[in-house]
């Protein structure tokens, strides 16, 4: 099979022409024209050697990934569904927004950590996406948004892209480095460090691998102030408990673009959404971990036996954490109307670890009380 060019970051694609016995630079004007002019046809590459062309054709080619439907909600927001093979489908979306567009990207067919309240992780694991198939929905984006929205040479549609699609990113970290660097190579997208944000789960030795390899803004997805609560809604914090998990987001700041972790917190009527649990999170993170926090109204769906914690529930909490001085915004919902909004990801899954019977069998573990006490 031809080789993917989507599949190379700069370093990766000279290595590859030099292989053909071609200089670096023609391995920049095609990665320019792959990524900033968003060709696939090597032929119409006008300024490039005749005979590199020649050598392209038939051993490489840009692999779009075939695209199985486009969803757009009435609040500008555009989902798109992609055949990634042996009934596998992936969804990237697009979310408009006065200043600035982001790009919601998948990491994985699936996820195999398997949150409680996540429908991709009750869609089960089928496997990683390649470079080139991460790359590929950036890709698309943004040169189908260019011609739609009918931008001017240069002109940008996407200059935000955050790893909060279906899967876990860093349980994904060979494929999405090479990712991330073409995001931000300025012959690629050329998209700021500040503007590429990982969302995790909290994979700790990739946390720190990605600190010293490629450091973006990092987002962790905490939903938990204490260790009980979240190992039954993130398994992963078994084994990556939640000390651990805050050494290492102090340890990345040492590196990261920004100088705060954004913690991600959904939340759940009766489960996490207490002042106490606020007030215990103020005590966990408070002058330990320079952070903000994202609280993202849980977006519910049929099998996860869960509901979004009511308005004020929300409000009081965030509340608790900003009187204690840490800046906390709510998450607008969007593209709920498609089952765009977060968490609502479920492409087409082949289920190759019974993910979805062992959440099954937890879901009597978790508690879903509703306190006497709460108000509704
Ligand atoms: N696996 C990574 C990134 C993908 S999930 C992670 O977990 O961080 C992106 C965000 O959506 C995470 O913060 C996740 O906790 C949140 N999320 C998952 N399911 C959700 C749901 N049903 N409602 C609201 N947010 C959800
Ligand atoms: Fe995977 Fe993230 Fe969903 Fe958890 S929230 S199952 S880590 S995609």
């Known amino acids: ?7 190379f970051d700069l370093d990766g694609l000279a290595a590859f022409c030099d292989a053909l016995g071609e200089k670096r630079f023609r391995a920049v004007q095609l990665f320019r024209w792959v990524h900033q002019k968003g060709e696939s046809d090597f032929e119409r590459m006008s300024d490039l050697a005749k005979s590199l062309r020649a050598k392209l054709s038939g051993v490489a080619e840009v692999r779009a990934l075939p695209l199985l439907s486009e969803h757009v909600s009435a609040d500008g927001t555009i989902k798109w569904l992609f055949d990634v093979g042996a009934g596998n489908a992936v969804e990237a979306v697009f979310i408009p927004e006065a200043e600035r567009g982001t790009l919601c990207v998948s990491s994985q067919a699936g996820c195999a950590v ?15 996406l390649t470079t080139g198939e991460i790359v590929a929905q950036l890709w698309f984006a943004e040169h189908r948004l260019r011609r739609r929205l009918a931008l001017a040479g240069g002109e940008r549609a996407i200059d935000n892209v955050v790893m909060m699609g279906m899967g876990e990113p860093l349980q994904n970290y060979a494929a999405l480095l ?21 969302s995790t789960s909290g994979v ?3 946390i720190d691998r990605l600190r010293e390899d490629c450091p973006v803004a990092l987002a962790v997805s905490l939903h938990a102030p204490d260790d009980a609560l979240r190992d039954a809604l993130v398994p992963l914090n078994r084994k990556y408990p939640l000390a651990e998990l805050l050494d290492a987001c102090v340890r990345y700041l040492e590196r990261s673009p920004r100088d705060f972790i954004t913690f991600e917190y959904c939340m759940l009527d009766g489960v996490n959404d207490a002042p106490a649990q606020a007030q215990e999170l103020v005590r966990l993170v408070r002058a330990r971990v320079p952070c903000k926090f994202n609280l993202i109204p849980f977006n519910p769906f049929p099998a996860s036996g869960l509901l979004r914690s009511p308005r004020e529930r929300v409000l009081a909490f965030a509340r ?27 492409g087409e899954v082949q289920d190759r670890t019974r993910a979805r019977e062992r959440l099954v069998g937890r879901r009597a573990s978790i ?10």
């Open 367 to 376: 508690p879903i009380v509703t306190r006497p006490e709460a108000p509704r």
């Open 114 to 128: 398997g949150c409680r309240f996540c429908s991709t992780g009750h869609q089960g694991f089928s496997r990683n």
């Open 320 to 346: 608790v954490l900003q009187d204690a001085g840490i800046v906390t915004t709510i998450r607008k919902t969007r593209g709920d109307d498609i089952d765009a909004a977060c968490g609502q990801l479920a």
């Open 178 to 198: 090479p990712a991330l660097r073409t995001m931000l190579d300025d012959h690629g997208y050329g998209l700021s460090r500040r503007r590429v944000t990982v």
């Open 1 to 7: 099979m031809a080789v993917n060019l989507l599949d």
């Open 204 to 206: 700790v030795p990739m």
